[in-house]
């Protein structure tokens, strides 16, 4: 996803856990429903931390939930931190050294401050070091996906290198809960600093602070007691027989430590003011300190040489990077198979490709090839299984309360991270050769194509780790080429959209282009407005089984997006639904509201055009009656049983339609369902609601109308890729002014031109299909073909099998007949092939008329005689002839254009 | 399809009368309707309840003595750009209840011009229920019980507060509306054809139009 994630370099992918804090049972909010457990606030609020990208912060690649408000994270790690480094390697325990960290550590909180929070986790464990000797701070995201810490009930902190007002501030908070009292994610910088300068003091001093604390409250006692010293690192340096230490050193050095532990928050800098300080002016920033939002279309911040502090900041980091790191740990069952040679300043002889990828996506893939955080975990021993009979309850009261069993497992957090074994991942993609990891876009092929997973099914490729691959690699090149690329884009999501790119490949085929951040900034999405409320009640009720749209924050920016939609297009209202068709936008570009709000319009434009009208009855009834049309030219058989017991598309298809699906079925089956609705023009959606009827067919033809109604009113278990497949085959052999509505959109480019966009170019008129009126539309049951797509069939004539796509029947009398008509038309005079009643009688033609069942079949007839023409389709409906259709206009539209001919 | 209409019958019939009603929910949207006639027809509460599109259709069957009521229950969409649709709902219906939220005036408001609507438009001889639903959340009430009993005695409706949380006055609502209903074989008869009762009977569209 994006924006890009760093590469993966040396890093490793690390996996850790901890509980949410678990609310009391029962206990509800005060609309009287369940509150929102905690492990979801935290889930929606981590979501931000992905964008956070700076040399000196590990990245947060993912967020699970796992069973009992379990959260496992997984973030850039490496082996080596700080303490282990500052013992074994003089180097780093040097007062260049030290400045060189201090200067790398306050960059990072400089970042994190600018993105809008504080660590408040800082220690010599959460500070790790790279094979490059470089810095990289740890789980600094916690305080800002617990909310301040409000979410679990443990500290967030290590006591000894927690800032004194945190920790009174803890105290101040609730008994059990490890958030701090009126804090917000915002945090306060200088408690960093704090922090900093007690991991300083430490490695200055030489020993571990604290050390002989018997208890917590002795060790909290010992940091409120630093507070009270007019001069903390001196009173450290004596508590700790040390002050030895402290002579001889750079004065630059110890005055920043003793600045970091300045008793008075107040009176502390803050992480961006100690930039400036003596010790680090000999330093060049490693990288920009201020988070860039994500682009679209994506601008690799990497390439971009404009930004000249960045281009800087590119250089330093090579010049500072240093050598390589000797000795440092190895993972041992990662680089056994990695082949490094032991000497690692000598270039690497092979590459290692997967390094190349960023985390995301090593992630990613690592998990198709079948890896699982949760089971790695427990085969680590970090999520220990208790038999469940030693977890059960000993009391439990009425009001649902429980007592006993063992809970006492969310009072901790759990320090230890595991390393997350990639060899499974990289000898299944050992094969590949290098020069595949840089396809070449402009030879129009992908790369996949000679993969024999390419021909298998959608389900199974989407699972296929190297079929996976060579699509990211080929779709993360098109996509930066974009718009560049559209085309290709196009043309390669034809085949199947990769999953881990869907939010971007969406907003390709929606020509989502422009200033998309800036348009959205733009917009208000405070003032209150009168749809608010409905906005409001409807957010809680949409799509909250997934964890990221039920979460708090799933909720804001849900109303944001709606809101920046309503009051940005004036014209059109919000109505019931609109909200479900933003929750698939919103849930692929959690991380960037904007994009997601530039689909949800360009997706309405393209397809809900004016739907979204204050009256939007005139196009939902076309809609309505097109759907039927389409019914009954495609299943007759279906079409006549739904017609005789009243079970009209009114009925239930106005949420499938309005919505487009997202109302319906679960997230998952929308991507697939949508996946291919993009692709194609806004008449398929028509075509799904077809392919959904036929899929329940069998029940439909049995049930009476309540049965209908009812398996309407709960979708039934869908075979989403089914109903993809066949309503294409439902597009394809569809004429189309079949679908041709007064109301869609004008389509926008003229050369995609149909013939009857040629005809009208030519001042035929009449051979284009043009409005209808709703209530000729209702009072028809078949679908009414313009004059240029029948020509156009009957141009296509005589496939293989000498037979035309389509049977021209003239309903007009042998007279009418005798003076003209279309090539190879036959002639079933209404006035003497239908009975009184209206039924197909039989005569002479009829088996013509047989030959021809499953073709497209075109009534045509004299604009002044149309009824006969509309009674005629209808009485060869009712034979259940598939593909029944009537000729616009009458035969006059032919007059000009010189198709009529006598018959032979 | 009328072969398949003994489905309908509630096994075990056969002794004694069984009625068909049609009933239809009105009220603002976000009151509790859907969640109502869940828990009157699967005994569920959903807390995420979605949102009610056009309509939506189920089917439950109460005894009353020896008299089986089925009800075929047309739950609506509350937003109020979807009234047009309502008509379409409530024309030939026999029973509704409108349905407020306790804790909002507002919907006390929309409920009492539904009830006007029906009173103009719908079958005379309609019985219509009031519903104050989240009773459960009595601590928040903006609608007094009083006011609404005065308002429903007012307009000879039935009246209860209830709740689909705890499922208080559900069942009862839904009986009592039963029992009120005229069980003369004519009259429920209007429904047993079924679904015709809802299409749009003539073919020019009235005002059954949709959405305006
Ligand atoms: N506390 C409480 N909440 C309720 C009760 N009934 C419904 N709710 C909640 O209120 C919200 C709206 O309920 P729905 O049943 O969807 O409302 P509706 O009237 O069908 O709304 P529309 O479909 O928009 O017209 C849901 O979140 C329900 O969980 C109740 O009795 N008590
Ligand atoms: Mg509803």
């Given at each position: 996803m994006y924006p890009a994630s760093p590469r993966l370099g040396?890093a ?35 979501r931000a931390l992905q964008l956070i990208n700076h040399p000196h912060l590990c990245s947060y690649v993912d ?12 973030q850039e ?30 960059q990072g909180?400089v970042y994190l401050?600018n993105f809008g ?17 470089q810095?990289k701070l740890?789980?600094y995201g ?143 920033l490693s990288a920009s300190l201020v988070p860039v939002h994500p682009h679209?279309?994506v601008v690799d911040p990497s390439l971009c040489?404009?930004d000249?502090?960045h281009?800087?900041a590119k250089?330093?980091m ?40 960023s985390m995301r996506e ?229 991380n960037n ?312 | ?212």
């Open positions: 040396r490793h992918l690390g996996a850790s856990t901890f509980f949410a804090s678990a609310h009391p049972s029962e206990s509800c909010g005060s609309n009287g429903l369940p509150l929102t457990p905690n492990s979801i606030r935290i889930y929606g609020q981590a967020i699970h939930r796992g069973k009992h408000e379990r959260i496992m994270v997984i790690y490496y082996l080596l931190n700080l303490r282990v480094a500052a013992q074994k390697y003089p180097e780093m325990r040097s007062p260049q050294g030290l400045a060189r960290l201090a200067h790398q550590v306050v909180l401050n929070t504080v660590a408040c986790t800082l220690s010599p464990e959460n500070i790790l070091i790279d094979p490059r000797g810095a740890y789980n916690l305080y800002y996906m617990t909310e301040a810490g409000t979410s679990v009930s443990f500290p967030l902190g290590t006591v000894q290198y927690t800032a004194p007002e945190v920790l009174l501030m803890q105290a101040g908070s609730q008994e059990g809960g490890g958030g701090v009292t009126g804090a917000t994610v915002t945090g306060n910088p200088v408690w960093d600093v704090w922090s900093l300068g007690m991991v300083l003091a430490e490695i200055l001093l030489g020993c571990t602070f604290f050390s002989g604390c018997k208890d917590m409250e002795e060790l909290v006692g010992e940091v409120l007691s630093l507070a009270l010293s007019p001069n903390p690192l001196q009173h450290l340096a004596q508590s700790h027989n040390a002050c030895h230490s402290l002579e001889g050193l750079p004065g630059e050095l110890k005055d920043f430590v003793s600045l970091c532990l300045t008793v008075g928050p107040s009176e502390r800098p803050v992480p961006r003011s100690l930039l400036s300080h003596r010790l680090l002016q000999p330093f060049i679209f279309p040489l404009i000249f502090a281009f800087k250089f330093s090579m010049e500072n990077s240093g050598p390589t790191l000797t000795d440092y740990p190895l993972h041992a069952e990662t680089e056994a198979s990695l082949e490094f040679p032991k000497d690692s300043t000598k270039p690497r002889l092979k590459r290692d490709q997967l390094s190349e990828r090593v992630y990613h893939l690592w998990q198709l090839a079948g890896g699982n955080v949760e089971q790695e975990l427990k085969k680590q021993k970090l999520i220990k299984i208790k038999p469940s009979i030693l977890t059960l309850p000993s009391v439990m009261v009425v009001e649902g309360e429980v007592f006993g069993g063992d809970i006492s497992h969310s009072q901790q957090l759990e320090a230890t991270t595991i390393v997350l074994p990639l060899h499974t991942l990289r000898s299944r993609l050992a094969h590949i050769p290098p020069e595949k990891y840089y396809p070449l876009i402009t030879q129009g092929e992908s790369g996949t194509d000679e993969l024999e997973t390419s021909q298998l099914p959608l389900v199974i490729r989407e699972r296929d780790v190297e079929y996976q691959l060579h699509r990211l690699l080929s779709f993360q090149r098109l996509l930066q080429a974009y718009p560049h690329k559209g085309d290709s884009i196009l043309k390669e999501a034809r085949k199947d959209t990769p999953p881990f790119y869907r939010a971007l490949v969406w907003a390709a085929l929606l020509n989502v282009d422009g200033a998309v951040a800036h348009t959205y900034q733009q917009i208000d999405k405070e003032t209150p407005t009168p749809t608010d409320r409905q906005i409001e009640v409807d957010i809680p009720r949409c799509h909250q089984y997934d964890e990221l749209l039920s979460s708090p924050q799933g909720h804001a920016k849900f109303t944001r997006v709606l809101k920046a939609w309503v009051v940005s297009h004036p014209h059109l209202v919000y109505w019931q639904g609109l909200d479900s068709l933003c929750a698939p936008f919103l849930y692929l570009n959690f509201e904007a994009l997601a709000y530039s689909c949800l319009s360009r997706f309405i434009e393209k397809y809900l055009h004016k739907f979204f009208l204050r009256d939007n009855s005139a196009i939902i009834q076309e809609y309505l009656a097109k759907f039927s049309h389409m019914i009954a030219f495609h299943d007759p058989h279906l079409f006549n049983h739904l017609d005789n017991i009243g079970f009209i598309p009114e009925l239930y298809a106005i949420p499938w339609f309005l919505t487009m699906y997202t109302h319906v079925f679960p997230l998952q089956k929308i991507f697939l369902l949508w996946d291919t609705l993009l692709l194609g023009e806004a008449s398929l959606p028509l075509c799904v609601g077809v392919a959904l009827l036929r899929q329940l067919k069998d029940r439909l033809l049995q049930f009476g109308f309540n049965e209908c109604i009812l398996l309407f009113s709960d979708m039934p278990d869908i075979d989403m890729e089914r109903v993809v497949r066949e309503s294409v085959q439902v597009f394809c052999s569809t004429p189309r002014s079949v679908t041709f509505r007064q109301h869609e959109r004008p389509r926008p480019d003229p050369s995609q031109a149909s013939p009857a966009h040629n005809a009208a170019q030519a001042g035929q008129q009449d051979l284009v299909m043009d409005g209808v009126s709703l209530p000729e539309l209702k009072r028809e049951k078949c679908p009414r073909v313009c004059g240029a797509d029948l020509l156009e069939l009957l141009a296509h004539k005589r496939s293989h099998s000498g037979r035309a796509k389509v049977l021209v029947v003239d309903v007009r009398s042998p007279e009418e007949f005798a003076r003209g008509t279309l090539a190879d038309a036959i002639n079933m005079p209404a006035d003497t092939s239908l009975g009184p009643d209206g039924t197909l009688l039989m005569g002479p033609q009829m088996e013509v008329l047989s030959s021809y069942r499953g073709k497209i079949i075109a009534v045509i007839g004299s604009r002044n005689g149309w009824d006969q023409v509309v009674k005629f389709a209808e009485a060869i409906l009712v034979q259940e002839f598939p593909r029944v259709c009537t000729l616009h206009k009458g035969v006059e539209v032919f007059r000009a254009s010189g198709a009529l001919m006598v018959p032979s | 399809m009328a072969q398949r209409t003994s489905v309908q019958r509630p096994s075990g019939g056969g002794q004694g009368k069984i009625c068909q009603f049609k009933l239809v929910l009105l009220g603002e949207s976000a009151v509790g309707k859907s969640s109502l006639v869940l828990r009157f027809v699967k005994g569920q509460f959903h807390e995420y309840q979605e949102s009610t599109i056009g309509a939506a259709f189920l089917t439950q069957t109460v005894c009353l003595d020896d008299t089986t009521v089925k009800f075929e229950i047309w739950d609506t969409a509350g937003q109020e750009r979807y009234h047009s649709l309502a008509p379409m709902y409530y024309r030939g219906a026999q029973a509704a209840i409108v349905v407020y939220d306790i804790t909002n005036q507002d919907t006390f408001g929309r409920a009492k011009t539904w009830v006007k609507e029906l009173q103009r438009q719908a079958s005379p001889n309609i019985v219509i229920a009031l519903a104050g639903n989240k009773a459960d959340l009595a601590n928040k009430r903006m609608v007094e019980y009083e006011e609404a009993q005065t308002y429903a005695e007012e307009n000879s409706l039935l009246f209860m507060e209830t709740s689909a949380k705890t499922a208080m006055n559900v069942n009862d609502i839904f009986l009592a509306i039963a029992k009120k209903l005229p069980k003369s074989d004519n009259s429920a008869t209007g429904s047993q054809r079924e679904g015709m009762t809802l299409r749009p009977s003539d073919p020019t569209p009235g005002p059954a139009g949709c959405c305006k």
